[in-house]
């Protein structure tokens, strides 16, 4: 069994390398797929190699869905904070190193989060039962001091509640399929790029030196913000990376743009590092992907974790060249292609994902999150509080 592990785990990177840097195709939806079809795969293999082609399909993608975010400005939910300072790096010639921050924030948290793993089995039984009663009150506390820290409060609220009730509205469409790729692109994505298309903005041709240098210090706390925000989202339902993001922003707010990157980089690896614990502990998934390894096994013991997560590790280790490989080539190609074309062609790829996986529902969210997203653009508004269209659904779900 050894060597269909191996080759599960190569198929694996194959699909994340798919799944990453395609905006809309989502490891969730590859691994239902995979689920309808195991019957007849169980005839030829094991549970525990297709549970490993997922684990390791995965990880990569983790590694890998920085660069459509950062490079065409379309982020699926893991991301979509991510598009900010990485955009901007991108119009300052630094889009590889802008990945590369991503990479070693995933690289070094799965690392981390590994190293914990046998310090979170005997306590993430006794922190869930304490904790989750109250996960909703904490967001809310983390919510007003967002608003309330800087003097455009009213504007920060009303920025807040528009992206809340849109979000409260989308995700509660019961005909609408993937409602988040049409709200996450329209309010970080397309709207983005039509306020740079009014800038008149230029890609310039993109360095790859070493030009940007992070203390240690900030890649500490990176880490440290990363692996706790990770764990947490790992824990508790509801609880995406998008929201760890930014609860992990307001607990490391002096590390600036390049620490941020590597923070969001690593929290969706070790969240889904740490569902695996979780599933292994409370028997609890986390994410649509550990949800269908838990309908694969059985059993589910401390030698299978161990397998799952050696094969996090190898995968990690092939995303880690392949993103900065794929990463690489995007970098010499987009700033040879006009800007305007760039944005005009991005832009219709992303309507027509969004048709295709979403239909005409999908296309009208679109719009309207494009007009919320253009707000926070005009008034100065800081861009995070537009994550109110995840958060607040969260909070009303646990506090109501």
């Given amino acids: 069994m050894f060597i269909e592990i191996l080759l ?15 905006p809309g195709i989502h490891i969730n939806l590859v691994s239902l797929l995979l ?25 990569t993608h983790t590694f890998l869905d920085a660069i459509p975010s950062i490079f065409l400005g379309a982020p699926d ?7 900010l ?44 039962p304490l904790m989750k009663d109250y996960i909703g009150y904490i967001l809310i506390a983390i919510v007003l001091f967002m608003i309330f820290k800087d003097k455009k ?8 509640l528009i992206s809340g009730i849109l979000g409260l509205i989308v995700l509660n469409m019961p005909t609408l399929k993937d409602p988040l790729f049409p709200l996450l692109s329209g309010l970080f994505g397309t709207s983005m790029l039509l306020l740079s298309l009014t800038q008149k903005v230029r890609i310039p041709k993109q360095s790859f030196d070493e030009t940007i240098h992070v203390e240690k210090k900030h890649i500490a706390q990176a880490i440290g913000a990363g692996t706790i925000a990770g764990s947490l989202t790992g824990f508790f339902p509801g609880l995406g990376p998008a929201q760890g993001a930014v609860l992990a922003s307001q607990l490391t707010r002096d590390i600036g743009d390049y620490g941020f990157m590597i923070l969001v980089g690593g929290i969706n690896t070790v969240n889904f590092v740490l569902s695996l614990v979780t599933l292994y502990t409370i ?25 799952f997560i050696c094969a996090a590790l190898i995968a990690g280790a092939a995303a880690t060249f392949l993103a900065l490989k794929i990463s690489k080539l995007f970098a010499r190609l987009i700033s040879r292609i006009n800007y305007t074309v760039v944005v005009c062609c991005v832009i219709g790829l992303i309507a027509g994902l969004v048709f295709w996986f979403s239909g005409l529902l999908g296309i009208l969210v679109l719009m309207v999150s494009t007009a919320v997203g253009i707000i926070p653009g005009i008034t100065g508004v800081a861009r995070n509080h537009q994550m109110g269209c995840l958060i607040l659904p969260v909070i009303l779900f646990f506090v109501l």
């Fill in 8 to 22: 599960a785990i190569l198929f694996g990177i194959l699909a994340g390398i798919f799944t990453g840097l395609i």
């Fill in 35 to 59: 689920l309808s079809a195991s019957p007849l795969l169980l005839r030829y293999t094991n549970p525990i190699v297709l549970c490993c082609f997922i684990i390791a399909m995965a990880i």
């Fill in 77 to 83: 939910a893991d991301q979509a904070l991510n598009v």
């Fill in 85 to 128: 300072p990485g955009h901007k790096l991108l119009l300052e010639g630094k889009g590889f190193e802008a990945v590369k921050l991503t990479v070693i924030g995933s690289l070094l948290c799965l690392l981390f989060a590994i190293v914990i793993v046998p310090m979170m089995l005997p306590i993430s039984s006794a922190i869930y």
């Fill in 153 to 160: 409060r009213l504007a920060n609220l009303i920025v807040f």
């Fill in 283 to 307: 028997e609890k998934a986390r994410n649509g992907a550990v949800i269908v390894v838990s309908k694969l096994l059985e059993n589910y013991t401390a030698i299978t974790l161990i397998t």
